[in-house]
Structures are given as structure tokens and as C-alpha cells.
């Protein structure tokens, strides 16, 4: 079976509006806060945007339901763009240069080498393991 990503964002399930106002509360209050860190003052205007948040959430949770969607949106595009970037970094400063000095160093972990000198590929255990009927119940 091959995992499949949605295309369309009425396929993905976003979280319920009265959490959506609880996370937006809460962010906008450590924005509010953050300044104390560093000997500043409270910005008003974030707790003031936090207070309505927190209160939309506790009350009327269904007022969020277009930001809530907009924010979920917003959120798949930023997965659309991020993700093959990260990936292709990834992919090409991790695992390319590990392949090529395992190949350099005439590494073959699978042992996918072809040798036309061996009987078989089988790999002999010693101890030769767990007897076979030891897995009828594994479950």
C-alpha cells in the first residue's frame, strides 16, 4: 500500500475551533510576555488579542471556524513548499555523500555485489538461532 498526501484541504481534518483559540491564546500571550525577559514592558495590544482569543474559545468557539480553516490551509501550503525543500536537503547532504564514500570504500552493507564463486547467498548463523517452532504463536 502506498501513502497517499492529500491534494485538496477538505480532506484534512483540522483541529476543533475552541483548540484553535486556545493555541492562538496562548501564543499571543507569550508575545505579550516575552518582552519581560529582557527588562521591556508588557505589550498590551497582544494581551488584548490573547484576551479575545481566549474568550471567542471559551464562549463561542464557532466564531473561529473561518480563521481556524484559513490557518489550516495556510498550513498545507507551508507543507506543500517546506517539506520537498527539507527533504532534498536532507536527501543530498546526508545520504548522497554517505553513498559515496561507502562506495568509495568498496562497501556493500545489502550485499548486492554479484560473485559468480559463491554456491549461495545464504548467510550462516552461529548459533544457528531460535528453533523453528519456537514462532507458531507469535501472536
Known amino acids: 500500500m502506498h501513502e497517499h498526501t492529500p491534494r485538496h484541504t477538505s480532506q484534512i481534518q483540522s483541529s476543533t475551533d475552541r ?8 501564543v499571543f500571550l507569550i508575545i505579550a510576555l516575552y518582552p519581560l525577559l529582557h527588562a521591556a514592558g508588557i505589550r498590551i495590544w497582544a494581551v488584548a488579542v490573547s484576551g479575545v482569543f481566549l474568550l471567542l474559545a471559551a464562549l463561542v468557539p464557532q466564531v473561529l471556524a473561518p480563521a481556524n480553516r484559513l490557518w489550516t ?4 501550503l507551508l507543507h506543500n ?5 527539507a527533504l532534498g ?16 570504500f568498496g562497501k556493500d552493507p545489502l550485499r548486492l555485489r554479484f560473485d559468480p564463486a559463491v554456491d549461495s547467498y545464504w548467510i550462516k548463523r552461529d548459533p544457528p538461532g531460535p528453533a523453528a517452532d519456537s514462532l507458531k504463536n507469535q501472536f
Request: charged share 5%; proline share 6%.
Open 19 to 26: 483548540s484553535f483559540g486556545f493555541v492562538f491564546a496562548t
Open 73 to 76: 490551509k495556510f498550513g498545507m
Open 81 to 85: 513548499i517546506v517539506s520537498p525543500i
Open 89 to 104: 536537503i536532507l536527501f543530498f547532504l546526508v545520504v548522497t555523500p554517505t553513498a559515496l564514500l561507502m562506495k568509495l
